[in-house]
């Protein structure tokens, strides 16, 4: 079967460690939270501060800000802009990330 | 910067941006070239990310050849220290200082008339400042999505940022697509996902093909485009994926995680027909219904718009002195259109910055295919439109407004039962439109529902900015230091 790496002839670095609320998942080396985690199966990262709905990319570019994640400990992070390096720590995050 | 040419900002590195770079760089002046992205191309030319190495980034565009020629000439002036690009820039505000415009000169009393606020890197934390004479705003557009239940299912996503995952960082979200809504970008999008292994099971578009053939006219007089559409039909059939034409997606099911959707047959009022309901199996739903201009730096900078698009005279001059804009942020057209007003823009920037009254028949191939561009895309868009009952599918407790989760029957009751008849009030009574897109995502659908015409929301800054930035970005200090 084809995949995008194929089809492109992508020849990435070696794989990363990077861990989702723990569980440790492979990154690819130029891949955003969101494609890493699309690859690694996970479609949803988020629930949502009124009724806790499950959310993940929507617009893919920046605008709608669904697929708000915590990286580094920082809440808020658009995971279809923001790039993985090795070691990163993605914890999906409820309403706004904070404690409050 | 010692440099003593005048001094253009270009906002915006897609072909719109790119074309009016190379133009301007060219005609002796200089360049700062700032886009949000990671890499040069926008929506259209977007790349995929450099640590990826892909051998074959073709593989997933059309017209690379003109990608090629785009990049190569930026590369060279970019050497030749008549651009600087700058990427991972958000720009959240554009300033004017009037003064120095109405003390202008054509030579040095306009100088430094505009600063550019920009947010570093994707966390957009860190503020940075470019100081130019003129600015040229190409900042492009994003998709219109319409409401129906089921839509904020994770797996159900927006039909541009499908391609862009694809494009930009290799990644599909899952293994069976269906692709639905209404415009040209299904096209290339159906058949880049179905390229990259998706088993795309349908393609549904609202749109009627017999709506074509009485627009045939204005489609022959552009016999490259009708060429490209059967090209895609051509891959369509090869990859099997099913066409389904004047049908729409009702609903999205499943519960964490993208089911199936169901699809059904509109009526000639574009409404669904009764008994026509099936479900089609997927885990992927890429919806478009059109694309939006972003407008919100013209806006803040006080241009006129006509409509939702910023407006713009032959020269692609806004009606801000010294503010150009070109490309999809003066209204939908595609690619070749942006390229076609950002060269445009580029080579009448370029003119006056140097004194002198450009000359439109130096442009006059580019304005010849801007013309015929903009009747067929006008075209096009009597064609590509959304079911006319669109909002029939929108039932009480679909969820309208993504960020503040305000459901339609909480829009209906503002504008039924509270009297609201435009998006500010139903944004007051609701919170639809609060939230952190700022009304991006449910504008058109609040629009609709109020039965009113989508008006520009006023948004103070185009991205969310820290307070820290804020408080600083007023400092006298920071105005003196040159550019
Ligand atoms: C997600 C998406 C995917 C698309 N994919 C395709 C496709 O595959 N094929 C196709 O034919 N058409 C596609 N389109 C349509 C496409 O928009 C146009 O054909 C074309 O790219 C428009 O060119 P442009 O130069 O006007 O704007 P764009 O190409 O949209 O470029 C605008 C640039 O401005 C930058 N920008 C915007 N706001 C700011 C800001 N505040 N600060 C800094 N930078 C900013 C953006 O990062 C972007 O790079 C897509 C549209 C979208 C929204
Ligand atoms: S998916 Fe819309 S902001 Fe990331």
């Not at chain 2, 992205?37 to 450099?50: I, K, L, N, S, V």
């Not at chain 2, 009747?375 to 993504?402: I, K, M, N, S």
């Amino acid at each position: 079967m084809n995949s995008p790496l194929r089809l492109a002839d992508a020849h990435p670095g070696p794989a990363f460690t990077v861990t989702l609320d723990g569980r440790a998942i492979e990154a690819l080396p130029g891949q955003t939270v969101a494609a890493a985690l699309w690859t690694a199966g996970v479609t949803s990262w988020r629930t949502t501060r009124g009724e806790g709905r499950p959310r993940g990319v929507f617009c893919g570019i920046g605008v709608c800000y669904d697929c708000l994640v915590t990286v580094n400990s920082r809440p808020n992070q658009r995971a279809c802009l923001v790039p993985l390096h090795p070691g990163d720590t993605i914890r999906t995050q409820e309403g706004t990330g904070h404690d409050d | 910067m010692t440099d003593d040419r005048p001094h253009l900002a270009v906002i915006g590195a897609g072909p719109a941006g790119l074309a009016a770079t190379v133009a301007a760089a060219a005609h002796g002046v200089h360049v700062t070239l700032i886009d949000s992205a990671a890499r040069a191309g926008g929506q259209f030319y977007r790349q995929p990310a450099a640590e990826l190495n892909a051998g074959r980034p073709q593989a997933l565009h059309h017209q690379w050849r003109t990608w090629e020629r785009l990049k190569d000439a930026l590369a060279h002036h970019v050497e030749a220290g008549h651009v600087r690009l700058l990427t991972d820039h958000h720009v959240w505000l554009v300033e004017r200082r009037l003064n120095q415009w109405l003390n202008q000169r054509a030579g040095d009393a306009d100088r430094n008339a505009f600063t550019v606020h920009a947010l570093l890197g994707p966390e957009q934390e860190t503020p940075a400042e470019v100081r130019a004479d003129a600015v040229l705003l190409a900042t492009g557009g994003y998709e219109k999505v319409l409401p129906f239940p089921g839509w904020t299912v994770p797996g159900v996503l927006t039909a541009g940022g499908a391609q862009a995952m694809l494009k930009g960082t290799l990644a599909v979200s899952g293994r069976t697509a269906v692709v639905a809504g209404t415009g040209p970008l299904l096209l290339p999008v159906a058949t880049g996902l179905a390229a990259a292994g998706v088993e795309v099971a349908a393609l549904v578009e609202s749109a009627d093909p017999k709506a074509f053939v009485r627009r045939t006219r204005a489609l022959a007089a552009q016999p490259g485009k009708v060429a490209e559409g059967a090209q895609y039909a051509a891959q369509l059939l090869r990859h099997r994926v099913r066409l389904l034409t004047r049908h729409t997606v009702v609903a999205a099911h499943g519960d964490e995680r993208l089911e199936a959707v169901t699809v059904a047959t509109l009526d000639t009022d574009g409404r669904v027909r009764p008994g026509t309901e099936r479900r089609i199996a997927c885990d992927t739903l890429a919806v478009g219904h059109g694309m939006l201009p972003h407008t919100d730096l013209a806006e803040t900078l006080g241009c006129r718009l006509d409509g939702i698009d910023v407006q713009v005279d032959d020269e692609q001059r806004t009606d801000v002195p010294g503010v150009w804009a070109a490309g999809e942020t003066t209204g939908i057209g595609g690619a070749a259109l942006s390229l076609a007003e950002g060269h445009i823009a580029g080579r009448s920037a370029a003119a006056r910055l140097n004194g002198t009254e450009p000359d439109p028949r130096t442009w006059a191939p580019a304005a010849k295919s801007r013309t015929k561009l903009r009747e067929f895309f006008a075209a096009l868009d009597t064609v590509y439109a959304p079911p006319a009952r669109w909002t029939d599918l929108v039932t009480d407790d679909t969820v309208v407004c993504r960020c503040e989760e305000v459901t339609g029957g909480a829009v209906r009751e503002a504008v039924d039962g509270l009297g609201a008849g435009d998006i500010r009030t139903v944004k007051l009574l609701t919170r639809a439109g609060m939230g952190w897109c700022q009304g991006r995502m449910c504008g058109p659908a609040v629009a609709g529902l109020a039965g009113c015409e989508l008006t520009p929301s006023r948004r103070p800054f185009a991205r969310p900015v820290p307070l820290g930035v804020l408080a600083r970005a007023g400092e006298p200090e920071s105005e003196a230091e040159p550019e």
